[in-house]
């Protein structure tokens, strides 16, 4: 049905436990080996979680029900669901590919990877990792391709029982062809940070700068919009700035903070709202400037709603801030987007951050630190347009299995509860 591609591979050598000598290409940041390590980890936990969730069942007695007799007796047990489509985005093309095959696996099934066009030769290089280590021939498959040509094929194919996508829009496109099967969807946010008068300030900030400009803001969990306290606003202002002033541009080979977006389309759309906001009054903060697909770290204060900046993903190094006079006015703009992945509220009211999340419309809130995915067995998992079920390793193995019942029945009734 599909086939594999297994490429040769040059470079560096990694020993995993099974002793199973690996070769893998050569890893130009430190940023992208704490990915493969990360990667390696979850491996490891999800295959000891999978035989604590898998080698359980359940055993049921018909009298337990109100109206019946012990004759009938229920054993229930997880099954897997047969082939799994994985698609992983551009950003991460081996942590969150590996999030989505593990699971597969331990679970039992067969697994598809269409790695993103962008990130296809890292996953290529994984999936003959995985060849080397001895798995059956078939059990993964790898095909690449630009979605606009094959995704339909994969998505619609027959042959798939189960699909777990992260990506944009394209998955809600996918999610109306893909038919009765089981979708795991995360399709990005607008991850909004709800900062009150009492917060620590210096500590926002380090935060705004990590969670809305590290891998240049191309990550679906990056603060995405900062709703801050108007008596507040000016100060923490100013210490982002400062932050911003020390982040290095340039290419990734240098391990550069701030390094080119994937496309030039990605950067022509973030220049198309850093223009819209400029035309309706957004105060710059720093001169913008780009170089092809180069930004530099751009934060746009006094945004308001009228702005497209203000409810738009950029995906990029771009962030807007927005001046509120009320808690209740930046929660009303968090739940008015259509987006619901993650927030985050930073105060020292422990009772007030508990409200506050509870009233927030996403997936995941954190209190005192910026949007993150991890670690990688917490529930995670978006609200509204920003996806469908929940990932983390235990929650993506319980999806990627089905529950099977076999019932004896009994010839006449065993003794009965009370």
Same mark, same amino acid.
């Given at each position: ?20 000598? @690996?070769? &893998? $290409? +050569?890893?130009?940041? #430190? ?10 980890? !979850? /491996? ?40 799994? @489509?994985? &698609? $992983? +985005?551009?950003?991460? #093309? ?10 597969? !696996? /331990? ?42 040509? &094959? ?268």
């Amino acid at each position: 049905m599909f086939t594999s591609s297994t490429p040769m591979v040059s470079g560096r050598s990694l020993r995993l436990e099974n002793s199973c000598l @690996l070769s &893998i $290409p +050569p890893l130009e940041t #430190p940023t992208s080996r704490s990915k493969v390590v990360r990667s390696a980890d !979850l /491996i490891s936990y999800c295959a000891e979680e999978g035989v604590r969730i898998l080698g359980e069942g359940k055993f049921l007695v018909s009298d337990s029900f109100p109206g019946n007799e012990r004759t009938k007796y229920c054993l229930t047990s997880k099954i897997p669901l047969g082939v799994v @489509l994985a &698609i $992983p +985005p551009f950003n991460y #093309p081996v942590n969150l590919a590996v999030s989505k095959i593990a699971p597969a !696996l /331990i679970a039992g099934n067969s697994l598809v990877l269409k790695p993103p066009t962008q990130g296809a030769v890292a996953a290529l290089h994984m999936v003959h990792c995985f060849h080397l280590a001895g798995f059956p021939k078939g059990l993964i498959s790898c095909v690449t391709g630009k979605g606009s040509e &094959i995704g339909d094929f994969l998505t619609m194919h027959p042959g798939v029982n189960c699909i777990s996508f992260t990506g944009g829009d394209t998955g809600i496109a996918i999610s109306k062809k893909a038919g009765m099967i089981p979708l795991q969807m995360e399709l990005g946010g607008k991850d909004a940070c709800i900062i009150l008068e009492d917060a620590d300030l210096d500590l926002v900030a380090a935060n705004i700068v990590k969670g809305g400009f590290s891998y240049s803001g191309q990550r679906c969990t990056a603060v995405k919009v900062v709703l801050v306290m108007e008596s507040v606003a000016d100060t923490l202002v100013e210490k982002v700035k400062a932050k911003l002033a020390k982040l290095t541009v340039g290419p990734p080979e240098d391990d550069c903070d701030i390094t080119p977006v994937v496309t030039e389309s990605s950067a022509n759309f973030i220049e198309g709202l850093v223009m819209d906001a400029k035309q309706k009054g957004a105060t710059f903060c720093q001169e913008y400037k780009r170089q092809g697909n180069l930004i530099w770290p751009l934060l746009l204060d006094n945004v308001r709603p009228d702005m497209r900046i203000a409810w738009e993903e950029p995906f990029g190094p771009v962030l807007p801030v927005i001046r509120i006079n009320s808690v209740e006015e930046g929660i009303n703009h968090c739940n008015a987007s259509n987006f619901g992945l993650q927030g985050c509220v930073f105060t020292r009211d422990i009772n007030k951050a508990i409200l506050i999340s509870d009233a927030m419309e996403t997936g995941t809130v954190q209190i005192n630190s910026a949007p993150a995915r991890g670690p990688d067995h917490f529930p995670f998992q978006g609200l509204k347009d920003s996806g469908i079920g929940s990932q983390g390793i235990t929650n993506s193995i319980n999806m990627m299995t089905k529950i099977k019942s076999t019932v004896i029945n009994l010839p006449s009734p065993s003794y009965t509860l009370g």
